[in-house]
């Protein structure tokens, strides 16, 4: 076979793999959180999902490069072996063609990683944000003070992507009414989403300063210590939190998080069941 029917192959197999690929990775994404086909590019946005969006991108980026990889040297003359450079290969442009390949293959399981940020939120959902956003403002621009406007202004904000922005109405919020501890913890969960734990671990016990059981806030704060690469601190949260909430799911999870990282596996497998008999549909649980 030419080496220009070798790349003709290539590109056409790479494209229908590409789709199949996304096809598959996605299909199963759907059918583990239970939603949707249509619905999957809002729930892959969701900070929360950020683990099962890069494992729907390495699927579909081996589905993608194996399958037309496979195709050249089937379709190739000579066995498998040899055109997929397996083999001794001689002559340069050969060399050439396999090299090219690789790097074709490479970089274009490198853009299929970054495909769930390009994937645009569905235009109905974006508008409902939107309007939602206007309506706080709203809300704020009649009564300034308006604490909760301004915390739910932040919630909108933070689910639209604009963490800075949403930081921001959570501090004039907790400026309005400093016990707010709802304002607190989303701060947190701002600041985490920033990449700032140490700031985020910072308004959890603010929050908890004011409401020292509430088990979201404890569930959150052992997460910002996970982020800090301090998993006995986190077990530690993430079991006072279960001793408030023995049913809360996501804790147990994240517990479960916090013992692999403590190299303690059984517990950490029996923490990911607990949570598993709680929510059997709880995607977290089931991709650790």
Known sequence: MNPAMRFVIFFIMTGISLLLGVMISFSVVAFVLG?????????LLAPQNAKIALAANAIAAIISFLIPSWAVGFFAKGNIAHNMGFNKIGGLYKVLIVVVLAFSGLALSGALATATELIPIPKDWND??????ESYKKAIAIKPDYAEAHSNLGNTLH?????EDAKTSYNKAIAIKPDY?????????????LKRPVEALASYDRALGIRPDDAQVLSNRGNALQDLKRPEEALESFDHALKIRPDFSEALNNRGKA?????RPAEALGSYERALQIKPDFAGAWIR
């Open 35 to 43: 939603i949707p086909f249509s619905s999957l590019p809002t729930a």
């Open 128 to 133: 409902w944000a939107v309007a939602l956003e």
């Open 159 to 163: 689910q639209l992507g604009r963490l």
């Open 181 to 193: 501890v709802e304002a607190h913890s989303n701060r947190g969960n701002a600041l985490r989403a």
């Open 259 to 263: 013992l692999w990282d403590l190299r």
